[in-house]
């Protein structure tokens, strides 16, 4: 486990709702009955949070943070407050919202785009609880203690509170467990040893950390574990309701596929120009986003 000052991000849900229903969502979209849209006072209160801190970068997530529709709004108070290399923004640049392309070029210094059209983007089995699982208490806190997700990706903030982990914030707004702590200006000074609680709490609801077999984000069906898809059923879960999830068997497998194995950087400009934009590497290893001049369009989007 990372503390999270040593993280390149901290990721900001505006919103759980998303285009996409890809397998294995470690936001978990299409299980909630009713998205989650962050307030504008709560987001307010995330990026003052982090004013101080002194190198993080504060990250637009989602879902999809494009369909928040008070997206331009959190950016003009996001540019308020901290600079342009430290704002981000992890998109599939819908349809639909080119309106945004000069605002986002403006606002963001990194973007991450991925439409989750490839067949080698993979997804762990998120909602596969590790507590079910057959393997010893002591190795599977060993696994957790080694989680790919939270020593490479970011912390959390949503509307119940700030999480050390992205999947831990996901499961606490699925469902409604309110861990979080409180978003003040000194909640990511936080260290390993006081994730604790919050581990105890979602860890073993997630098996990220586990030996399991991972699934193409374009199947659109999440693997379960069957005590998770009774507690799925229980909430009204759409994805349950529509067939889209397979119960798993438990059966553990060393899967060492990469989960985004391809290296050409053709896929991200693809996406960029949808919305009249190419992209350059940056230091951080992000991407910037620059204008294209005299776009349309419709030049892209027939």
Known sequence: MRPILDMDSIAVLL???????????????????????????QFKEAVDSMESCPRVMFGFHGGEPLLHPEFAEFCEYAKLKLPKDRLGLWTCFPKGKENYR?????????????????????????????????????????????????????ASINSNGAFFCEVAASLSLLFNLGKGWKVDNKWWTRTPKDYVEQMETFCPLCSCAMPLKKRESIDGRDDISPKMYERLKEIGSPKIK???????DL???????????????????AIAKRYGMFLTIN????????????????????
């Open 242 to 248: 529509q067939g889209n999830c397979i119960v798993h």
């Open 15 to 41: 919103t759980n709702q998303c285009i996409n229903r890809c397998s294995n969502c470690t936001q978990l979209c299409g299980h909630q009955a009713k998205p989650d849209f962050l307030t504008f006072e």
């Open 102 to 154: 000069e605002l986002i070029a403006d606002t963001f210094g990194h973007v991450f785009l991925n439409d989750h059209t490839r067949e080698d983007i993979l997804h762990g089995p998120v909602l596969v609880a590790s507590e079910e699982l057959p393997i010893a208490e002591w190795y599977r806190w060993q696994l957790i203690d080694k989680c790919w997700i939270q020593n490479a990706w970011s």
């Open 251 to 269: 059966t553990l497998c060393q899967d060492d596929r990469q989960i985004a194995a391809y290296k050409d950087l053709k896929y991200r400009d």
């Open 283 to 302: 230091n951080k290893g992000f991407q910037t986003p620059h204008l294209i001049k005299e776009w349309k369009k419709e030049e892209v989007l027939v």
